[in-house]
C-alpha cells in the first residue's frame, strides 16, 4: 500500500480516534482497514465529531449542513454501526462514535455482510492486532483501568463465597436486569475463521445489552433474546470452558463476550502482555489442594490464560508424580479450572485485595482517559458544542476520584478552572 503523503480524511479520522481514552496507532494497516470501513468523504465528517454523545443539530452545526442532510449521513453510518444512534433517559436521540474495540471494528464482523469482504477485512484485523502488536499494547496494557473485566463463573464458588458476590459482578444478573439483550455473532471466533484458524466453540454466544444493544438489534447486528435464553447461553458458555469478558462498569453493563483462549484477542494479550494486566480479574483467585491434586493437568488443559502449570510433588516415593501450580499474577480468576477439576482440589477464594470497577461509563472513561494523558480532550472536546450538562457529568467523576488521582488530572491540565471546580486555591 502506497505510503499517505497528503492529508487526508482518514489521517484527520486517525487524529479523532486518538484523542479518545481509547486510541488506534496509525499504521498503513490501519488505514488499509479504514478504507474499507468508511469512504473518503464519510471518514472526513466523521473525524470532525465530537468525543461525547451528539444531537442531528450538533453534527450539522460542526458539519456547516442542513439537519436534514445531516441526518441522512447519521442514519447511514448507523445504518452500518459506524456510529451508535440511542435515546437518553429523556427520549432525546444522540449519536456516538463508538472506539475500534469494542466498537465499530468488532461490529463489523458480527454479523455476515454480502457488501463487505469480510475475509480481506479479517485478514487486516489478523495483521494490525496480532502482527504490528502496537494496537493491542496500547488498547490492552496502558494505564489501570481497562475496557473489560472478567466475570467469575458463580458455579465454581464454594457456597459459602457465593453470597459475597457483588450483583454487578454476576453475568446472570447483567442478563436478568438489562433493558435489552441482544446476542450476536463472535467477532473474534468469525475473525479466526476467515483467517483459517477458528476453533469449535459456539459462534453465536457473544451478548449485548441496553442502549447498545438495542441499537445493534435495531439495525440487524444482533437479535433479540430474552432472559432465559441469554441465562441458557450463560450455561453453555461455560460448559464449553469459555470465559465471560464483560464491559467494565458497575452499572449498564452493554456488553458480555464468552471468549475462547484460542481466538480472542484480550487473552491472547493476557498471555502475552500479562504483567501489564490487560483484562481486570475478577475478586477471586483458586487455590489448590496440593494433597488432593493427583496432577492430572485437565486444569492446565482448560486454562485460557496459560496461568496453570505443573510442577515437582517433591515427593521422593513418587519421584515422577506432578502437582498444579498457579501464576497469580496472570490468573483472570474466572473459574474454569475449578469446574474442570473432578477431584475438587481447587477452590475459588477471595483475593486480598478486592479489584475496583468503575460505577459507569463516564467514570471509567474519565479514569482512562486520566491515566492516558488524554483527560483534556474529554473536557475541551473542541470539535463539539459540548453541553453544560455533559462537562459536568466529567467534572463530577473527577470530584469523585481519590485524592492522589485528582492531584494527577491537576498536573494534566494545569488548569486554574479545574483546580477551582476541586476547590483548590493557589
Not at 465454581?156 to 435489552?180: F, G, M
Request: hydrophobic share 40%; charged share 25%; aromatic share 6%.
Amino acid at each position: 500500500m502506497a505510503h499517505l503523503t497528503a492529508r487526508s480524511g482518514y489521517e484527520s479520522l486517525v487524529d479523532r480516534l486518538n484523542r479518545a481514552p481509547q486510541g488506534a496507532p496509525p499504521s498503513e494497516l490501519l488505514y488499509a482497514i479504514l478504507k474499507m470501513l468508511f469512504s473518503e468523504k464519510e471518514a472526513g465528517l466523521v473525524a470532525l465529531l465530537p468525543i461525547k454523545p451528539f444531537t442531528v443539530s450538533t453534527a450539522a452545526a460542526v458539519w456547516k449542513r442542513p439537519e436534514t442532510e445531516a441526518r441522512k449521513v447519521l442514519e447511514e453510518l448507523a445504518g452500518r454501526a459506524i456510529l451508535l444512534d440511542m435515546e437518553n433517559p429523556s427520549g432525546e436521540l444522540h449519536y456516538v462514535l463508538p472506539p475500534p474495540m469494542a466498537g465499530f471494528f468488532e461490529f463489523s464482523l458480527m454479523r455476515v455482510q454480502g457488501d463487505l469482504d469480510q475475509k480481506v477485512l479479517s485478514e487486516l484485523f489478523c495483521q494490525y492486532i496480532t502482527v504490528e502488536e502496537d494496537f493491542v499494547k496500547a488498547l490492552f496494557t496502558e494505564g489501570q483501568t481497562q475496557l473489560g473485566r472478567t466475570f467469575v463463573q458463580e458455579s465454581a464458588l464454594p457456597t459459602e463465597n457465593t453470597l459475597q458476590v457483588l450483583d454487578y459482578e454476576r453475568a446472570s444478573e447483567v442478563i436478568r436486569t438489562a433493558k435489552h439483550r441482544g446476542v450476536s455473532m463472535c467477532y473474534c471466533r468469525h475473525k479466526a475463521e476467515h483467517a483459517g484458524h477458528a476453533c469449535d466453540a459456539e459462534m453465536d454466544i457473544c451478548m449485548t445489552f441496553n442502549r447498545t444493544g438495542e441499537a445493534l438489534m435495531r439495525h440487524g447486528f444482533a437479535r433479540e433474546m430474552d432472559v432465559e435464553e441469554g441465562l441458557d447461553l450463560l450455561q453453555q458458555a461455560q460448559e464449553q470452558n469459555l470465559v465471560q469478558f464483560g464491559e467494565n462498569i458497575q452499572q449498564r453493563v452493554n456488553f458480555i463476550c464468552n471468549c475462547c483462549g484460542c481466538c480472542c484477542e484480550a487473552m491472547n494479550a493476557q498471555r502475552r502482555f500479562g504483567l501489564l494486566n490487560p483484562v481486570h480479574t475478577t475478586n477471586y483467585l483458586p487455590e489448590i489442594d496440593r494433597k488432593l491434586c493427583n496432577g492430572c493437568t485437565k486444569c492446565v488443559q482448560a486454562c485460557p490464560v496459560e496461568a496453570m502449570g505443573m510442577v515437582s510433588a517433591n515427593d521422593p516415593e513418587h519421584p515422577k508424580l506432578r502437582r498444579a501450580k498457579l501464576d497469580e499474577q496472570m490468573c483472570l480468576g474466572c473459574g474454569v479450572c475449578v469446574r474442570n477439576c473432578a477431584r475438587e482440589a481447587i477452590r475459588l477464594q477471595p483475593r486480598a485485595e478486592r479489584v475496583i470497577t468503575p460505577v459507569n461509563s463516564v467514570h471509567r472513561a474519565v479514569l482512562m482517559a486520566l491515566e492516558r494523558d488524554k483527560l483534556q480532550n474529554l473536557i475541551f472536546d473542541n470539535q463539539a458544542l459540548a453541553s453544560h450538562r455533559a462537562m459536568a457529568a466529567i467534572l463530577g467523576a473527577i470530584l469523585k476520584m481519590p485524592a492522589v488521582k485528582q492531584r494527577l488530572a491537576r498536573r494534566q491540565m494545569r488548569s486554574r478552572y479545574l483546580d477551582r471546580v476541586m476547590g483548590i486555591t493557589h
